[in-house]
C-alpha cells in the first residue's frame, strides 16, 4: 500500500462521492487530512475517522478559502473535488447554467490552487490534483456543454499550473473519470423519472459493463498526492473502465 505518512491534505467536497472516498483513502494510507464541504451535516461522520478533521467550506467564497489556507500553511496535497453536472446542450444551456458551471467547476479550482501554493512553495514542495471528467477536452458527451467546457477548462489550468511551477517541487495532475457510481449521479438518474432504464443506459455505455466507484478513483489520488507520483505532473488522467478506448 502507498504510505502518505507525514502528510498533510486537504480535500473538498468530501461529504459525498469521491471527495469522501478520498478523504478516507488517504486517512488510511497514513495522511492528516482536513475534509471540507459546505454540506456540514454529511460531512460530520467523517470526524469519526482516524486521521480525519473536518471544516465546512463553500468553495465559491474566495474569501472563505483564503482563511482556511491561512490556517493551514503546512499543507502537502490538495485535492479539488467540488463539481456540478448541468444538463443540455448549447442551445439548452442558459448564461446562468454556463456561469454556475465555470464557478464551481473551474474557478472554486482556481482559488484553492491559488490560495494553498505559497505555502507549498515555502514547505518545498506539493501536490495539486483536480477532479475533472472524460467530458471535458477528452471527449466530447452529448449534452454536456457548460460541464465539459468547464471541466476543459480545469484541465488547462492543470497544465498551467504544473509548467509554473514544476521546477518548484509543485506537481499538478488531474483526473478525469468515467461514469461513478456517486450520489451526484444517483440524483441525476432520479431526476430523469425511469430510474432502472436511465442506470441501464449509463452502464451500457461502459466497455466493462459496469459503473466505476468513488473508492477506485480515490486510489488514483492517492498515488497522484504521493512521492511514488514524484515525475507525474501535468497529467490528465483517465480512469474511465475503457469508456475513451471504444
Known sequence: MIDLKGKRAVVTAAADGIGRATAMAFAEAGARV??????????AGLSAVEGIDTAPLDVRDGEAIASLASAHTETD????CAGMVFHGGLLDTP???WDASFAL???AAYQLMQAFLPGMLARGGGSIIAISSVASSVIGVP???AYGASKAALIGLVKSVSADYMTKNIRANAICPGTVDSPSLQQRISAQ????????????RQPMGRLGTPEEVAQLAVYLGSDAASFVTGQAMVIDGGWTVM
Open 193 to 204: 423519472g425511469d430510474y432502472d432504464t436511465v442506470r441501464k443506459s449509463f452502464i451500457d
Open 105 to 107: 467547476n473551474t474557478r
Open 34 to 43: 482536513l475534509a471540507t464541504d459546505i454540506a456540514v451535516d454529511r460531512l
Open 77 to 80: 496535497i490538495l485535492v479539488s
Open 95 to 97: 448564461a446562468e447554467a
Open 143 to 145: 449534452n454536456r456543454c
